[in-house]
């Protein structure tokens, strides 16, 4: 599969500190929905979940929200997306985030967002998937994150063959033809029966 059909995007329930995180956020919308790729989120509508997932359906785009019952209220759930799926738990919901998407933006968030492309990068690591893995430095954001990676390897925690698969994008206009140049590759290494640790920073 060579072409970009949907991306998962991980991004904070919180608009941050910073007003280019939501511009970013809404950014990234309208180009997704601009190249006819859909859009997979948490289902909120605050913070930059409710920004990427408004400024995609206002520019025409497709979006599918999911979120867990007992998130409903507290993230305001978006019910004007076109596909919104309701689940029982968190666990429901990133397996459905997953089979659903191509590849997978993480944008700047908390907790959540982290725990959600660490959980990605080390499915990745594992062979459990070959999809890409985008890390949004926008405005430096994720650059304490990639630091932290390139101890570990330095470390040797993160071994040759092993690494965890990723991409870094420092402007919102770079995500897109990341991933679809990602994609082109991991078409390559299935060819080739290739590690998908070769993907590592593209």
């Given at each position: 599969?060579t072409?970009?059909?949907?991306?998962?995007?991980?991004?904070?329930?919180?608009?941050?500190?910073?007003?280019?995180?939501?511009?970013?956020?809404?950014?990234?919308?309208?180009?997704?929905?601009?190249?006819?790729?859909?859009?997979?989120?948490?289902?909120?509508?605050?913070?930059?979940?409710?920004a990427?997932?408004r400024?995609?359906?206002?520019?025409?785009?497709?979006?599918?929200?999911?979120?867990?019952?007992?998130?409903?209220?507290?993230?305001?759930?978006?019910?004007?997306?076109q596909?919104?799926?309701?689940?029982?738990?968190?666990?429901?919901?990133?397996?459905?985030?997953?089979?659903?998407?191509?590849?997978f933006?993480?944008?700047?968030?908390?907790?959540?967002?982290?725990?959600?492309?660490?959980?990605?990068?080390?499915?990745?690591q594992?062979g459990?998937?070959?999809?890409p893995?985008?890390?949004?430095?926008?405005?430096g954001?994720?650059s304490?994150?990639?630091?932290?990676?390139?101890?570990?390897?330095?470390?040797?925690?993160?071994?040759?063959?092993?690494?965890?698969?990723?991409?870094?994008a420092t402007?919102?206009?770079?995500?897109?033809?990341?991933?679809?140049?990602?994609?082109?590759?991991?078409?390559?290494?299935?060819?080739?029966?290739?590690?998908?640790?070769?993907i590592?920073?593209?």
């Amino acid at each position: 599969m060579t072409k970009l059909r949907t991306v998962c995007v991980f991004c904070g329930s919180s608009p941050g500190a910073m007003p280019e995180h939501i511009a970013d956020a809404e950014k990234l919308g309208r180009l997704l929905a601009e190249a006819g790729v859909g859009l997979v989120y948490g289902g909120g509508n605050i913070g930059l979940m409710g920004a990427v997932a408004r400024a995609t359906l206002a520019a025409g785009g497709h979006v599918t929200g999911v979120i867990p019952k007992f998130l409903v209220e507290r993230e305001v759930m978006l019910a004007d997306v076109q596909e919104l799926v309701v689940t029982e738990d968190m666990h429901e919901r990133k397996r459905l985030m997953f089979e659903r998407s191509d590849a997978f933006v993480a944008l700047p968030g908390g907790i959540g967002t982290l725990e959600e492309l660490v959980e990605q990068m080390t499915w990745a690591q594992l062979g459990r998937h070959a999809k890409p893995i985008l890390i949004a430095d926008l405005h430096g954001f994720w650059s304490p994150l990639t630091a932290l990676l390139d101890h570990m390897s330095a470390e040797g925690f993160l071994r040759p063959g092993l690494e965890a698969p990723y991409i870094v994008a420092t402007a919102v206009e770079e995500i897109l033809p990341a991933l679809e140049g990602a994609l082109l590759i991991v078409a390559d290494i299935a060819d080739d029966a290739e590690p998908v640790a070769s993907i590592h920073q593209l």
